[in-house]
């Protein structure tokens, strides 16, 4: 029957362990710790292009002693604009090129940097494509291949 259909439906969605999961596409936390960023990055599959706000790149920037260079966005095509929740939509203040240590590899990710201190360094579906991005919501996993390099990451 469609009540009973419905009672084993809650039930597996009442044993899902979500773990980090703060919103239904923040799927998990990246370790950042190598580049002396304890807060790390959010993997969001609901985020059409990276992006951070400026208190974020300014903590970044402090704590790895590191000061990456901003580009105009009008050198670099449109302004994006960028909803989160339901918050008021923010368009980007200026691009650039994030250049880190991720898992060991060497990675560099074009990031919109937004106004405020709000929102974290958020990684887009587009690179999870790219790095072939396997999410495991039963054991709160991931597993990436980043530079030919297959990594496998529990979140803690």
Same mark, same amino acid.
């Given at each position: 029957?469609?009540?009973?259909?419905?009672?084993?439906?809650?039930?597996?969605?009442?044993?899902?362990? #979500?773990?980090?999961?703060?919103?239904?596409?923040?799927?998990?936390?990246?370790?950042?710790?190598?580049?002396?960023?304890?807060?790390?990055?959010?993997?969001?599959?609901?985020?059409?292009?990276?992006?951070?706000?400026?208190?974020?790149?300014? &903590?970044?920037?402090?704590?790895?002693?590191?000061?990456?260079?901003?580009?105009?966005?009008?050198?670099?095509?449109?302004?994006?604009? #960028?909803? #989160?929740?339901?918050?008021?939509?923010?368009?980007?203040?200026?691009?650039?090129?994030?250049?880190?240590?991720?898992?060991? %590899?060497?990675?560099?990710?074009?990031? &919109?940097?937004?106004?405020?201190? %709000?929102?974290?360094?958020?990684? &887009?579906?587009?690179?999870?494509?790219?790095?072939?991005?396997?999410?495991?919501?039963?054991?709160?996993?991931?597993?990436?291949?980043?530079?030919?390099?297959?990594?496998?990451?529990?979140?803690?």
């Amino acid at each position: 029957s469609v009540e009973d259909r419905l009672n084993q439906m809650e039930d597996l969605i009442s044993n899902i362990k #979500f773990g980090n999961v703060a919103t239904t596409t923040e799927l998990a936390m990246v370790s950042l710790r190598s580049e002396g960023l304890d807060e790390g990055a959010i993997i969001d599959n609901g985020c059409t292009a990276h992006v951070c706000s400026e208190g974020w790149l300014t &903590s970044l920037e402090r704590k790895t002693n590191k000061k990456f260079k901003r580009i105009a966005v009008l050198q670099n095509g449109p302004v994006k604009t #960028f909803v #989160f929740g339901s918050g008021p939509s923010k368009a980007e203040i200026y691009r650039l090129q994030l250049e880190l240590k991720l898992f060991g %590899q060497d990675v560099t990710i074009p990031v &919109s940097v937004v106004g405020g201190s %709000q929102t974290p360094f958020l990684l &887009s579906k587009q690179h999870l494509k790219l790095w072939k991005a396997k999410i495991e919501l039963e054991d709160n996993s991931i597993y990436l291949n980043i530079n030919g390099q297959p990594v496998y990451y529990l979140c803690p």
